[in-house]
């Protein structure tokens, strides 16, 4: 039997800092998870909020995909090629981060694993910068159904998200049809055929306009209140791009404006991956990557690589809150949160 005291364990809960409640931000915080946990309307929304993940779970696990542990630690994580402030806890007397997303351990597992095709449902941490006009959509903490498929083009990932997004309108039809009408107020629109798709560089000519967002907000005047998908945007290391085409192989899902929500929902983000272990360093360098913090990946990938550095994968991941938000069109994300989680602000529970 071991002879240490409390005080030489030193309990972990007594290094933490307690929360200030006379902090105004802090009572701020107070305030909004009183009001979003007395919501009269939290039962419907999270009502949708489960089926939206069970249907998108099970659709993917009866096509073979297979379901790991979560991590919510890494050594590495996906670097995210936007401001955001560097999640890290203390492991053990190291620091390590916190996972942002899985896209580069779902790359190793279908790339190195006997396992071709693979998805979590995890809970990510993403520390938004600078977001505060768009601080309706932006949490530090949320749900992603997170797949990805060794071998899978783009093509193939356009047409898998078309039939899983109409799926998925019309099981909540089917199903949920009073929580839509008593959040939404209505059912939604009917698919009928694939997502109407927008190139974003050629929109963007087309339409005088400037950024990715204001393609967005143009495409959702176009498509009668259903889905749309946005492709070829400038952004990750690990999306594909293809010289021959001149484009990107990435696309976005986008929801258009419903109910009380004035806004474009972008609820999905993915591509085919960028070809080969050279090109993604290399993409890596021309973003400013450091690269030896990508040391991990980089090791194990050459460690157990059969295939010369080669990568041949796509996939893609669905933000639970954001397709809860926008399918019900509450005014804000934070509403389907009984405990929000705004980003570059404090928490009170």
């Known amino acids: 039997m071991g002879t240490e005291t409390r005080s030489e364990l030193d309990l972990g809960i007594q290094r ?3 929360v200030d409640l006379e902090n105004v931000d802090v009572q701020a915080a107070m305030a909004l ?10 039962q419907h929304i ?17 096509k073979g995909y297979v379901h790991p542990p979560i991590y919510m630690l890494a050594g590495c994580t996906d670097p995210l090629n936007h401001l955001t402030y560097p999640a890290r806890v203390n492991y053990y007397g190291e620091e390590i ?3 942002q997303s899985l896209i580069l351990q779902k790359m190793l597992m279908v790339m190195l694993s006997p396992v071709d095709k693979v998805f979590w449902a995890s809970p990510n941490i993403r520390m938004e910068m600078k977001v505060a006009e768009k601080r309706y959509k932006y949490t530090t903490e949320f749900m992603q159904v997170d797949f990805e498929k060794r071998d899978a083009t783009y093509g193939e990932m356009l047409e898998m998200l078309s039939t899983m997004v109409k799926g998925l309108y019309a099981h909540l039809n089917e199903h949920h049809s009073d929580a839509l009408e008593a959040v939404r107020g209505e059912l939604l629109p009917e698919i009928l055929g694939p997502l109407a798709m927008y190139d974003a560089e050629e929109t963007k000519a087309a339409q005088n306009l400037e950024t990715d967002d204001a393609v967005e907000r ?33 696309y976005d899902v986008v ?15 993915g591509a085919e991956r960028t070809r080969s272990i050279p090109d993604l360093r290399q993409r890596m360098v021309d973003l400013g990557y450091p690269l030896e913090y990508f040391a991990p990946f980089f090791e194990l990938f050459s460690s157990l690589d059969r295939g010369n550095g080669r990568i041949a994968c796509a996939g893609a991941g669905f933000g639970i809150e954001r397709l809860t ?4 069109g509450l005014e804000s994300v934070h509403q389907a949160y009984p405990f929000p989680r705004l980003a570059e602000a404090k928490i009170a529970i």
Do not use: H
């Open 16 to 18: 933490i800092e307690p």
């Open 97 to 99: 981060s916190v996972t």
């Open 33 to 42: 998870t009183r009001q979003a946990i007395a919501n009269p309307s939290l």
């Open 325 to 328: 938000y926008g399918i019900l």
């Open 46 to 62: 999270l009502e949708i909020r489960t089926a939206i993940q069970q249907f998108l779970c099970g659709e993917l696990a009866a």
């Open 255 to 269: 929801l258009p404006p419903a109910n009380k929500n004035p806004n474009a929902v972008e609820c999905l983000s």
């Open 218 to 250: 143009w495409a959702a005047t176009q498509t009668d209140g259903r889905p749309f998908m946005v492709v070829n945007l400038k952004r990750e290391a690990y999306d594909c791009y293809d010289a021959e085409l001149g484009k990107f192989l990435n």
